[in-house]
C-alpha cells in the first residue's frame, strides 16, 4: 500500500489537504492490478462526499489502462480514462 499526501497553500483560498492511497496487486502472470482513492478537503459544494476521488488501473507487458471517478457536482461525475503504452 502506498500513500501521499499534499498540503496546498493559496493566497486566495483557504489550505487544502489532499490524501491518497493505492494497492497494487499481482493478480495473474503479469498482470498487476491497483486500486486507489482519495480525498482533498477543498471540495466541500456538493456536500461530504465530494472530496472522493476513486479508481482502478490494469498493467500488462507495457501496456496500461485506468479509470477514475470524482464527484462533479451540478454537472454531474467526472470519469477520466487513460491507456498507455511503453516500448
Known amino acids: 500500500v502506498q500513500g501521499t499526501a499534499d498540503v496546498q497553500v493559496s493566497v486566495a483560498d483557504a489550505t487544502a489537504l ?3 492511497v493505492e494497492r ?3 493478480v495473474a ?3 498487476v492490478a491497483a486500486a486507489r482513492g482519495g480525498w482533498r478537503t477543498d471540495r466541500t459544494d456538493q456536500g ?4 472522493l476521488s476513486l479508481g482502478f488501473g490494469v498493467e500488462w507487458k507495457g ?3 485506468d479509470l ?3 464527484p462533479g457536482g451540478m454537472l454531474g461525475d467526472v470519469f ?3 491507456v498507455r ?3
Not at 461530504?48 to 472530496?51: L, Y
Request: no cysteine.
Open 18 to 20: 489532499a490524501f491518497g
Open 29 to 31: 502472470r503479469g498482470i
Open 68 to 70: 477514475g471517478w470524482s
Open 80 to 82: 477520466q480514462y487513460s
Open 85 to 87: 503504452a511503453r516500448f
Open 48 to 51: 461530504v462526499w465530494s472530496g
Open 63 to 65: 501496456l496500461a489502462a
Open 24 to 26: 497494487r496487486r499481482t
